[in-house]
């Protein structure tokens, strides 16, 4: 398992003066989500997104820039190098800055799970002390790590039964709506207390530890049934691919007849005439050649 998951990022833990080489990979899997496009009903043709600018229409990928607007209509320009010559230490380092018990972080703040692996035989063994070292005193590492152009505050925690470690991004306090705010409306005296009585004993029975392998997508269930029903009834819908006007497509097998032809061709006898007239008219073809349609990426 370990080789084959795709690395997402490579760097260190540091730990005071110990540093390990270690690599993300996701913890998160999307095989089991149904994903839909968008079709228009009339033509049977994909809906696609484009960037365009207005009175410009569609922009190339190499002419958008990032820009930060500080103030309505005037922007800073961001250039990829400069933001790549940004030095935060995050970027390569998680520097584990302070540890915390391990139920002292509210869910609320957890926001992306990644497993977290040793890079390297030379980085295992320093692995294995911080998880059992972590492990034994019920403690979450927190820490920086800057993905995707963002800094994010991470924690770290074994995982796996102690097996390995774990990091999940963190939102920080300003990205969470002040919880007060929220339920001021909530009246706040005190309920009956044998209703109270009622619920403790209701939650007393039902208590278990946790298993997620015991709960069940339903929705997704039901939309593969759904999808299954609908290809039993033959309700599929030829769907039109987009190209521009112009392109043309072609399958595989008929490119390579067209290949095949071409190189049995028996070559074109040489023209015949004086050579100025040769070149003139090779000269006027250039002008009024168009160039070929690209088809669309």
């Known amino acids: 398992m370990a080789e084959s998951a795709r690395t997402f990022w490579k760097g260190h833990l540091r730990l005071a003066l110990v540093s390990i080489p270690v690599r993300l990979v996701a913890a998160e899997k999307a095989e089991s989500d149904i994903r839909f496009h968008q079709l228009d009903r009339t033509s ?37 190098e400069e933001l790549d010559a940004l030095k935060l230490s995050s970027r390569h380092t998680v520097e584990l800055s302070q540890f915390v018990d391990a139920d002292e972080i509210e869910p609320l703040y957890f926001s992306r799970p990644y497993y977290v692996l040793p890079d390297g035989e030379v980085a295992e063994e320093g692995y294995r002390v911080l998880r059992d070292a972590l492990w034994a005193k019920h403690k979450v590492g927190v820490g920086q790590l800057t993905l995707r ?11 796996g039964d102690g097996q390995g470690l774990a990091l999940d991004t963190l939102r920080y306090a300003s990205e969470l709506k002040d919880a007060s705010d929220i339920f001021s409306g909530i009246g ?12 403790e004993d209701l939650i007393d029975r039902r208590s278990e530890p946790f298993d997620a392998g015991k709960f069940r997508n339903h929705y997704a269930e039901a939309l593969r049934d759904l999808v299954k029903a609908k290809l039993g009834r033959g309700e599929t ?15 595989f097998m008929e490119a390579l007849k067209r290949s095949v032809a071409a190189s049995e061709a028996p070559p074109e006898p040489p023209k015949k005439g004086p050579a100025r007239k040769t070149a003139k008219a090779a000269a006027k073809g250039s002008k009024t050649a168009k160039a070929p349609a690209r088809r669309r990426a």
């Open 188 to 199: 706040r005296e005190k309920p009956r207390a044998d209703m109270v009585q009622m619920a």
């Open 237 to 251: 819908v030829p769907v039109e691919e987009q190209v521009e006007p112009g392109a043309k497509v072609l399958d």
């Open 149 to 159: 152009g963002r800094e994010h505050l991470v924690a770290l925690f074994p995982t």
């Open 44 to 80: 049977k043709q994909r809906i696609r997104y484009l960037k365009v600018a207005p009175g410009k229409g569609e922009v190339k990928k190499e002419d958008i820039v990032l820009g930060y607007e500080v103030e309505p209509g005037n922007y800073v320009f961001m250039e990829d």
